[in-house]
């Protein structure tokens, strides 16, 4: 058994567009809304969580209803299309939003930019479980951790395009005596990587035909089904399994309150807290991506080795102890002490690989295949619930009391996920080592 890196790099495009939208939607909206708009930063962090608001319901429901859709391109594929489509024309209505008003403010303007907003997020939600749910439906569960690390390296792709491009267009010396930035030409750039990868995707992927090869390989091994069949059609999670799931979806909501409040805030921070601006932010979460994709391979093999639960606790304790030094690194006043921040960033995003890589697949390991699209749902529903609260709560925090707080406040969460982990007790699948010649053949495209 061995893993098809080409079908996975494939299945992965539409995460690197979706991935590459939510770093631009996270670094830039803030930045628009504050500083065209100037809402306060309260409300700011309330536009900010609408998003996840929305994906509570719509990624359980797109989930569960793409687990039981049946078409000649696949279960996946229509809400993938769909989804894509209606986003890449709304994405560019934004900018155009955002630069009408600051030219010329009126009351249309900003309600006109909030509805295409609300109908961007619901167009994102169609398709994100069904992107997600692909992976786990043409890859055999001991696999799932490695396919798990080759769709999270391309979502980083995706990170570390946006970064760069982003990057190059605005640089402090480009925006810093600007009244106004138009962001325009970002939101066609990422609307236009999002058609090109999704294209490619319905061009090259095969999903019904892989599909039906992986429920093959399923069934040749009853013993990694850890459902109860309560009739011939319907399963359920005996109840230590169950257990574990929810302290395991615990876990999720706790690591993204820390991660989602840095990813959401510290534009901000570094504006307001030390003087820098979305250059520098931008170049502090590249490293970030950089060190996450090198590590999201390796993330996967450690697994293969140690087991998902003890690489995901390694990821969320160094997670904890990276976010109390970038506290001290940003409060000391120093400038000498910012590239320190670029090694610390780096750590990030190597302990985000060991977190992400393994935690989808140790959800969707406890359930059964035809309900792989269901417990996608469940777990993106756990992280959402996070980024609901987070951003708010964060952004209430920094108003009201510093912006001192923010990295507190992510190692908090961070070291409390890493305590959550601890009762989670399945989903600790491994695939066994390749030996003599047949360790070469997993380096097959």
Not at 63 to 69: E, L, Q, R, V
Not at 258 to 272: D, E, K
Not at 286 to 305: R, W
Not at 330 to 342: C, E, I, K, P, V
Request: charged share 15%; hydrophobic share 50%; proline share 4%.
């Amino acid at each position: 058994m061995k893993l098809n890196y080409r079908r996975t790099l494939l299945s992965g495009l539409a995460f690197l567009a979706i991935t590459a939208f939510w770093q631009m939607y996270d670094n830039v909206l803030p930045l628009i809304l504050g500083n065209t708009f100037h809402l306060s930063e309260s409300v700011t962090g309330a536009i900010m969580a609408s998003d996840n608001i929305l994906a509570l319901f719509l990624l359980p429901l797109f989930g569960k209803i793409s687990d039981k859709t049946n078409t000649g391109i696949g279960k996946r594929m229509p809400y993938i299309l769909f989804g894509t489509g209606i986003a890449v024309i709304l994405t560019n209505l934004l900018p155009f939003f955002d630069n009408s008003y600051a030219s010329s403010p009126s009351q249309f303007k900003f309600i006109s930019f909030t509805i295409t907003l609300g109908l961007l997020l619901v167009a994102m939600s169609v398709f994100r479980s069904p992107s997600v749910a692909l992976m786990p439906d043409i890859t055999p569960k001991p696999l799932r951790s490695r396919g798990n690390a080759i769709i999270n390296l391309m979502g980083a792709l995706g990170g570390i395009i946006y970064l760069i491009f982003s990057a190059l267009m605005y640089p402090e010396s480009k925006t810093k005596a600007l009244d106004h930035v138009n962001y325009q030409p970002l939101f066609v750039f990422i609307s236009a990587l999002m058609f090109i990868a999704v294209g490619i995707m319905f061009l090259t992927v095969r999903e019904p035909k892989w599909s039906k090869e992986n429920e093959k390989i399923e069934k040749e091994h009853p013993e990694w089904d850890l459902t109860e069949k309560t009739d011939g059609k319907h399963s359920k999670l005996p109840r230590p399994v169950l257990r574990s799931m929810l302290f395991l979806l615990a876990s999720v909501a706790l690591w993204y309150f820390a991660y989602n409040a840095l990813t959401t805030w510290f534009t901000t921070y570094c504006s307001t807290l030390m003087n820098k601006n979305l250059g520098f932010a931008s170049t502090c979460f590249l490293v970030t991506n950089i060190g996450a994709i090198i590590c999201f391979i390796p993330a996967g093999i450690l697994a293969s080795k140690i087991g998902r639960k003890k690489t995901i606790q390694i990821g969320t304790f160094s997670f904890g102890l990276c976010f109390v030094f970038a506290y001290f690194i940003t409060t000391s006043g120093h400038d000498s002490a910012l590239f320190t921040m670029y090694i610390d960033f780096f750590i990030v995003g190597a302990a985000w690989a060991l977190i992400n890589v393994n935690s989808l697949p140790m959800c969707v390991e406890m359930c059964s295949g035809a309900d792989t699209g269901k417990f996608t749902g469940y777990y993106y529903t756990a992280s959402m619930s996070a980024q609901v609260v987070t951003p708010v709560l964060a952004g209430a925090l920094l108003k009201h009391v510093s912006y001192k707080v923010l990295f507190p406040y992510a190692a908090l969460f961070a070291f409390l996920s890493f305590c959550t982990m601890y009762f989670v007790k399945h989903g600790d699948n491994r695939a066994e080592p390749a030996k003599g010649l047949s360790a070469f053949e997993e380096m097959d495209i």
